[in-house]
């Protein structure tokens, strides 16, 4: 009697179910299974229980193909070579030691549960490597009255089994048809073991309205250096919403978010150039919105000087330029320094790599810098120029 090549499935109660096979006598022809329970912690080497299974050990039946364990806590077993289904019932309940624990049910922006040991004591059931039958992620089950429903769930945050105290998350979706309104058992089932059930039945997500349309300026100035021009960008305010992300992509460069916790926010910039601007609204518990509609604007380096007073090529009281922009071989800096002190001048592309880092001392007054362009490749970079607090940041475009 042996097993050669069999599966096998760990049970909801701990123990191993394996079917072994009895060779005939004269014909050496496997006709007889046999069903063990296998306990692992038994003394010495683990202990076999030998248990009724689903078939006679005389049937007609070749051994099993593959083994399940159901989420009721029994192990559906079949075969390859018909379409007949058999199911054993472990001899013995639940492991208490691998109940799944819930701590908390969410449906913010999607309907979440947290807790504990959502993903089961083992694998589930195997054969080697002809099937495998995983079932170390969360089920979740919802039951009214006679009625039972499964629910899909993604986005494990795990499928490592047996992990204790160690925090396990698990999304869920209702299934078609649903009917809305009772109050529903749910509870997580891993390895055919449920959890402790909560009562649910609001499964309304909390996600605030979609933003209406932004208000600010569509032309606002490039800060280069420039003082502090700033621009106030708002929306009328989402009921519900107790903070708002306001997303600032700047086309063809980069993109940065905000949160505030009212429905405006100030900018200056430090670029120019297209700038597609976008909020969306947050809940307290944290369900997002969809985005606004959203706002174009043309940040203009053209204003720059108009504000100063000054020409292209001459520094501001409070700041520098950098001309010809876009550049070819050679690049200008000119800043204004109230005292003597050091200064660096960075280039960076896109990728983030530092190409160029200069550090020297500033006269006072007017200072006029060249840097040399000629191994730069064409395209986009950002010039860095900071003295003492003095930060600033310029788009250069090389061609």
């Known amino acids: 009697m042996g097993a050669p090549d069999v599966p096998a499935a760990m049970m909801s109660n701990g123990k191993i179910l394996l079917n072994v096979i009895q060779n005939h006598p004269t014909t050496r022809l496997k006709n007889h299974i046999y069903f063990y329970e296998f306990n692992y912690l038994g003394y010495p080497n683990g202990t076999y229980l030998n248990v009724p299974g689903p078939v006679q050990p005389d049937d007609s039946l070749r051994t099993f193909d593959w083994m399940l364990d159901l989420p009721d806590g029994n192990v559906l077993l079949?075969?390859?070579?018909?379409?007949?289904?058999?199911?054993?019932?472990?001899?013995?309940?639940?492991?208490?030691?691998?109940?799944?624990?819930?701590?908390?049910?969410?449906?913010?922006?999607?309907?979440?549960?947290?807790?504990?040991?959502?993903?089961?004591?083992?694998?589930?059931?195997?054969?080697?490597?002809?099937?495998?039958?995983?079932?170390?992620?969360?089920?979740?089950r919802l039951t009214n009255g006679s009625k039972v429903y499964y629910c899909r769930t993604f986005n494990w945050n795990h499928t490592g089994v047996?992990?204790?105290?160690?925090?396990?998350?698990?999304?869920?979706?209702?299934?078609?048809?649903?009917?809305?309104g009772p109050t529903y058992s749910l509870v997580v089932v891993a390895n055919g073991?449920?959890?402790?059930?909560?009562?649910?039945?609001?499964?309304?997500?909390?996600?605030p309205s979609t933003p209406g349309a932004i208000t600010g300026n569509t032309n606002p100035c490039y800060n280069g250096g420039i003082g502090s021009a700033s621009f106030?960008?708002?929306?009328?305010?989402?009921?519900?919403?107790?903070?708002?992300?306001?997303?600032?992509?700047?086309?063809?460069?980069?993109?940065?978010?905000?949160?505030?916790?009212?429905?405006?926010?100030?900018?200056?910039?430090?670029?120019?150039?297209?700038?597609?601007?976008?909020?969306?609204?947050?809940?307290?518990?944290?369900?997002?919105?969809?985005?606004?509609?959203?706002?174009?604007?043309?940040?203009s380096q053209e204003c720059e000087n108009r504000m100063a007073g000054t020409a292209a090529n001459e520094p501001t009281k409070m700041g520098f330029v950098a001309y010809p922009n876009p550049a070819h071989d050679k690049l200008n800096v000119a800043f204004n320094s109230n005292t003597t002190g050091e200064y660096t001048i960075k280039m960076i592309d896109m990728t983030g790599r530092l190409l160029l880092d200069r550090t020297a001392n500033a006269a006072?007054?007017?200072?006029?810098?060249?840097?040399?362009?000629?191994?730069f490749a064409k395209g986009i970079y950002v010039l860095s120029f900071s003295s003492g607090e003095e930060r600033k940041q310029v788009r250069i475009v090389v061609e």
């Open 78 to 140: 079949g075969t390859l070579y018909d379409d007949t289904c058999y199911v054993y019932t472990p001899g013995s309940g639940p492991l208490p030691a691998g109940q799944p624990i819930i701590n908390n049910y969410l449906h913010c922006s999607s309907l979440m549960l947290t807790g504990n040991l959502f993903n089961g004591i083992s694998e589930g059931a195997m054969f080697g490597d002809d099937t495998q039958m995983v079932t170390n992620y969360p089920l979740v």
């Open 232 to 299: 106030i960008y708002s929306i009328s305010p989402v009921t519900g919403a107790t903070s708002y992300i306001w997303t600032f992509d700047f086309v063809g460069y980069f993109t940065s978010s905000y949160t505030t916790t009212t429905p405006s926010i100030t900018k200056s910039f430090g670029l120019y150039g297209e700038l597609l601007l976008t909020v969306q609204a947050i809940s307290a518990c944290g369900g997002i919105s969809a985005a606004s509609p959203q706002l174009r604007a043309d940040v």
């Open 193 to 207: 073991i449920a959890s402790d059930p909560i009562s649910v039945n609001d499964f309304t997500l909390d996600i």
């Open 364 to 375: 006072q007054g007017n200072n006029f810098i060249e840097l040399d362009l000629g191994v």
């Open 162 to 180: 047996q992990r204790g105290s160690e925090a396990d998350t698990v999304y869920f979706t209702l299934p078609k048809g649903l009917p809305i």
